[in-house]
């Protein structure tokens, strides 16, 4: 079987190609920059955004994987993240569909939902979170992934492809979970919460609800978008205050991230799973990164959000990886958990 993979030479696309190569399926992948070298791939340069060559590439393919995009709406102006992102992506199932290929993989992002480049507050119904809950996005990156997941159920509709969109969070690299630099930021966090939640009640809401104006006054400046810092917004240093630092950066992506060689996985068993249509999937670890009781995260983060769709025990992760372990098995391989498997208090 052999299967295109687009942005093959991005982490999560490298981790692909070598789980994809070790388990015997012939790969050619395509970029923009000339002169790669993807042990146990075929190369070929091309831009997902030029139909005509593309189509050429997906030729002779069983099968699409659909990485390549613009990763962030810091690098480039909103056009041009959502002209890339969203034509790119009807471009592949375009090619695809011509070329008689019925399913395609792509990389979707936890972001979809409305999170880390946000301008505003998350608004979260219910925890775990799960694809089902309605999104809210308010920036040009995470838009253009809630609209590609559109485009997948377009093709679904219009050509039968199926596939599934991967709603990948931070991923990490294969060391990071088990490096000593992340067991120390994970205890360092560990202390400031317990810090935090041994304070009286009213003093604990009141430290919290001031960070939340200062956070939401930051986001409202739009510093993590195109431009910020010609504007006079800079990111700020959360070494200046970790407790700042957790509630603008960590609490906007649920204390979630994978493991590259799980995305890895995910993206294999999305491949050659047996179902048809399109679908949405959450793929995460298991846990919160921080491994700290997550009932504890939520009284102090999203006090206001009461209801749980189910019980939620230790680390479990606020985001629900059940769809897809139903549709296509995925189970975290590397997981937090393993790495660091002491019960958080």
């Known amino acids: 079987m052999r299967v295109l993979v687009t942005g093959g030479t991005g982490s999560v696309g490298k981790a692909a190609v070598a789980r994809l190569v070790r388990r015997g399926w012939e790969v050619r992948v395509v970029g923009r920059r000339s002169g790669m070298d993807v042990p146990g791939a075929e190369y070929a340069v091309c831009d997902v955004t030029c139909y005509d060559d593309l189509r050429e590439k997906?030729?002779?393919?069983?099968?699409?994987?659909?990485?390549?995009?613009?990763?962030?709406?810091?690098?480039?102006?909103?056009?041009e993240v959502f002209r890339v992102n969203v034509a790119g992506t009807f471009n592949v199932f375009e090619a695809a569909a011509k070329e008689g290929i019925r399913r395609v993989v792509q990389a979707s992002s936890i972001n979809a939902f409305g999170c880390f480049w946000s301008v505003g507050d998350l608004r979260v119904d219910y925890f775990p979170v799960d694809e089902e809950h309605p999104t809210y996005t308010t920036d040009p990156y995470s838009f253009s992934k809630e609209v590609i997941e559109a485009v997948g159920d377009y093709y679904w509709r219009r050509e039968g492809i199926s596939g599934a969109a991967l709603r990948l969070p931070w991923v990490a690299g294969q060391d990071h979970a088990a490096g000593e630099r992340h067991r120390r930021r994970m205890q360092q966090a560990r202390e400031m919460l317990d810090e935090l939640a041994a304070l009286p009640e009213a003093e604990r809401r009141e430290r919290m609800a001031a960070?939340?104006?200062?956070?939401?006054?930051?986001?409202?400046?739009?510093?993590?978008?195109?431009?910020?810092?010609?504007?006079?917004?800079?990111?700020?240093?959360?070494?200046?205050?970790?407790?700042?630092?957790?509630?603008v950066g960590a609490r906007f992506n649920f204390w979630a991230f994978v493991d590259e060689r799980d995305s890895a996985q995910a993206i294999e068993k999305a491949l050659s799973a047996e179902y048809e249509g399109s679908h949405v999937l959450f793929i995460n670890d298991s846990h919160n990164w921080l491994r700290y009781d997550t009932e504890k995260l939520l009284g102090l983060f999203f006090p206001d959000v009461a209801r749980r769709t189910r019980c939620i025990r230790g680390s479990e992760s606020l985001v629900s990886i059940d769809r897809a372990r139903e549709l296509i098995r995925f189970d975290p391989e590397h997981s937090v958990a393993r790495v660091s498997p002491e019960e958080p208090a």
């Open 58 to 79: 997906v030729r002779g393919c069983d099968a699409v994987i659909h990485l390549a995009a613009i990763a962030q709406p810091t690098k480039v102006p909103g056009p």
């Open 211 to 247: 960070v939340r104006r200062e956070v939401l006054d930051h986001r409202s400046r739009r510093p993590f978008e195109y431009g910020a810092r010609e504007r006079g917004v800079a990111r700020p240093d959360s070494r200046d205050d970790a407790l700042f630092g957790m509630y």
